[in-house]
């Protein structure tokens, strides 16, 4: 499916889904605890549903009806799946589950899409090796999934590398389950926020970790149960940067509503960043919306995206429209994610007539010069077939986004619901 966009304003009210992020998070610790819990306002993207498949393969059921999500959990006591469990392209769902797995007294084989079976995954299964699990790849040349695990882990002393922090989440989620002390030193913590994110779920559910205020050492006691309890999920900040920079960038006025300022998710700093650029943004926190003014001159600025990988894709983009160099670094993490972003976005935004420094760590994106209509391709990447659809929407002549259905792992109806607000994007199957 390909999308072809031409340069437009946009106008109106739009409410963002539910946030991927905790939605995953709600289901996993929800299979986990006694009883029923509900979750209102899930995000209902294909990898929320893989986390969903992943729950109900471990022993635990989920009704999906309405605006809600009715789970029962297994009240700790996990079930060895019956089949091979298929992560979809969560990477989040992927290393959880393996940690999951690490519990059970039992073989689990977890694999995933073609994009899973290339994400790295050996440093976790040498820490859960530690623990006197047994955990390994079936191809044993490549650092990915699928892998096998079979249990049970022993509370140890478990080393992490941290870079990739859904890893540090499994663990973490994991643990209580055990009977005894695990204690979790990490080496390199980064994407802090989505770690912040795990630990206020589990104290949600009434379950404690003792960590210290560097996020490098944490002590789970166990076993400890998760209750069941009845959650709202927040809007998504990674998917609001996608209008949020399409309202920037174009000369229009949008309202987004249903955000919440002070909820935990790291992806909110791309609002403060966008007014530091220059940016019309009125921020109204009681009311959990926001409106921006769109057109305005903007400057490039300088970002630490460690904590903020996710808002790569948004940045580039907003960067190539701004004057001057924006300069993004921190980005170890976001070569890690569903494709390299830093060598996508370079590939893809050169190609429309930005150009782009790269280094190891860094990019550097001179804008001021526009965008050139052309067309780009997706690499089946979510985010970053959002962000050059935002990029059409002020580029000189057409624009074709090839594979844009990729956006329903995170953002369903992303298209329809910017076409309500004026984008007029057109999808050619």
């Known amino acids: 499916m390909k999308a072809i966009i031409k340069e437009n304003n946009i106008s109106g009210k739009v409410m963002v889904p539910g946030s991927k992020s905790h939605t995953i998070r709600a289901v996993i610790i929800a299979t986990l605890a006694e009883g029923e819990s509900i979750i209102k306002n899930p995000l209902t993207s294909e990898d929320c549903k893989s986390a969903v498949r992943v729950a109900e393969a471990f022993g635990a059921t989920c009704e999906m009806k309405n605006n809600e999500w009715i789970m029962q959990g297994v009240n700790g ?10 992560c979809g392209n969560s990477g989040t769902t992927t290393y959880i589950a393996c940690a999951m797995a690490a519990t059970i007294e039992g073989a689990t084989v977890i694999t995933g899409d073609e994009q899973i079976r290339r994400r790295p ?19 044993p040349s490549i ?43 990490v080496e390199n913590p980064l994407e802090i926020s989505y770690v912040k994110m795990t630990l206020d779920w589990m104290e949600k559910h009434g379950v ?15 076993p400890q149960k998760y209750s069941p309890v009845n959650s709202v999920i927040p809007s998504d900040w990674s998917g609001v940067a996608f209008p949020l920079i399409g309202a920037v960038m174009t000369n229009s006025e949008v309202t ?3 955000v919440d300022f002070n909820d935990v998710q790291g992806d909110k700093a791309i609002v403060d960043i966008l007014i530091s650029m220059g940016a ?10 926001m409106t921006i003014r769109g057109g305005k001159p903007l400057k490039g600025v300088e970002v ?30 976001v070569r890690l994610k569903e494709t390299d972003r830093v060598a996508v976005m370079q590939e893809e935004l050169s190609k429309m007539g930005v150009e782009v420094e790269v280094g190891l760590d860094h990019m550097t994106i001179k804008g001021g010069r526009g965008f050139q209509g052309t ?55």
């Not at 404690?208 to 205020?213: A, G, I, L, T, W």
């Not at 948004?314 to 993004?328: D, F, H, Q, T």
């Not at 067309?375 to 990029?391: G, K």
């Open 77 to 86: 006591k996990l079930k060895v799946p019956d089949n091979v469990v298929d």
């Open 121 to 139: 995954i050996n440093t976790l299964l040498e820490s859960i090796s530690e623990t006197g699990a047994t955990a390994f790849k079936t191809r």
């Open 143 to 185: 650092d990915a999934p699928p892998v096998v695990i079979k249990g049970p882990m022993e509370p140890k002393n478990i080393r992490l590398e941290g870079k990739i922090s859904p890893q540090v989440s499994g663990v973490l989620i994991s643990a209580p389950l055990l009977n005894g002390t695990t204690v979790v030193d």
């Open 208 to 222: 404690h970790v003792e960590h210290k205020d560097d996020y490098k050492r944490y002590v789970i006691k166990g």
């Open 256 to 258: 987004i509503d249903g």
């Open 280 to 289: 019309d943004i009125t921020k109204d926190v009681e009311n959990h919306r």
């Open 304 to 333: 630490d995206c460690k904590d903020i990988p996710d808002t790569l894709p948004a940045l580039s983009v907003i960067g190539a429209y701004a004057s001057g160099e924006m300069k993004m670094t921190g980005l170890e993490v």
């Open 375 to 429: 067309m780009v391709e997706s690499h089946d990447d979510h985010r970053v077939a959002m962000a050059l659809m935002m990029a059409g929407l002020v580029a000189e002549g057409e624009t074709i986004v090839n594979d844009v259905e990729c956006a329903n792992i995170s953002f369903p109806n992303f298209i329809n619901i910017m076409n309500a607000i004026g984008a007029n994007i057109e999808i050619l199957s």
